[in-house]
Nanobody, 123 residues
Framework: QVQLVESGGGLVQAGGSLRLTCAAS????????MAWFRQSPGKEREFVAA????????YYAESVEGRFAISRDNAKNTVYLQMNSLQLEDTAVYLC????????????????WGQGTQVTVSA
């Protein structure tokens, strides 16, 4: 199975940028669709972005469209989330997720999860 470890979170001012990294340990990482979700205390886990196993296509939550970009480097078993124009509402724990082949927009579409990295946006 694939194991995921996120990094790159931190404290940033509104309008700033961060790049999150998800490092994967997998026999065949390139066969997994990858995604980022986020979760704040007392809230449901929220879809952020996903990318196909090949990297040929990606898709985003409406709330981050045009501000965030997901990418992957299959040679390095790594997926990234570039976050620009960060807003207070982006504050959350960001989690990396993997699904063999398919992916999707729902938490239930994924069965491999990292522990998360905290992103805090301040005024």
């Amino acid at each position: 199975q694939v194991q995921l470890v996120e990094s790159g979170g931190g404290l940033v001012q509104a309008g700033g940028s961060l790049r999150l990294t998800c490092a994967a340990s997998a026999t065949n990482f390139r066969s997994y669709a990858m995604a980022w979700f986020r979760q704040s205390p007392g809230k449901e886990r929220e879809f952020v972005a996903a990318i196909s196993w090949s990297g040929d296509y990606s898709y985003y939550a409406e709330s981050v469209e045009g501000r965030f970009a997901i990418s992957r480097d299959n040679a390095k078993n790594t997926v990234y989330l570039q976050m620009n124009s960060l807003q207070l509402e982006d504050t959350a724990v960001y989690l990396c997720a993997a699904d063999y082949r398919y992916g999707g927009r729902k938490s239930a579409d994924y069965d491999r999860w990292g522990q998360g990295t905290q992103v805090t946006v301040s005024a």
